[in-house]
């Protein structure tokens, strides 16, 4: 299943310019009944680690993933 769902919002985010990759997980929960908060349990590793790059490009978070493990953002 969680290969399943990141697929599906990788596709998304493909499809749809300008969405951010915690935009389309935030959009997949709310579509599909799913708690917001219990998401990370539901997404690969490989679409955490895009979600967190993805934030430190955008400067939504400080830091690099040498200095801020990835568990403490996701």
Do not use: H
Not at 18 to 45: H, P, R, W
Request: net charge negative.
């Amino acid at each position: 299943r969680k290969i399943s769902i990141s697929l599906d919002i990788e596709r998304y985010v493909k499809a749809t310019p300008g969405i951010t990759y915690l935009e389309a997980c935030v959009e997949y929960a709310n579509k599909n009944d799913i708690d917001i908060s219990t998401m990370k349990k539901f997404i690969s590793e490989s679409l955490k680690q895009k979600i967190y790059a993805e934030a430190i490009n955008n400067n939504t978070v400080k830091g690099s993933p040498d200095t801020q493990p990835l568990d403490d953002f996701i």
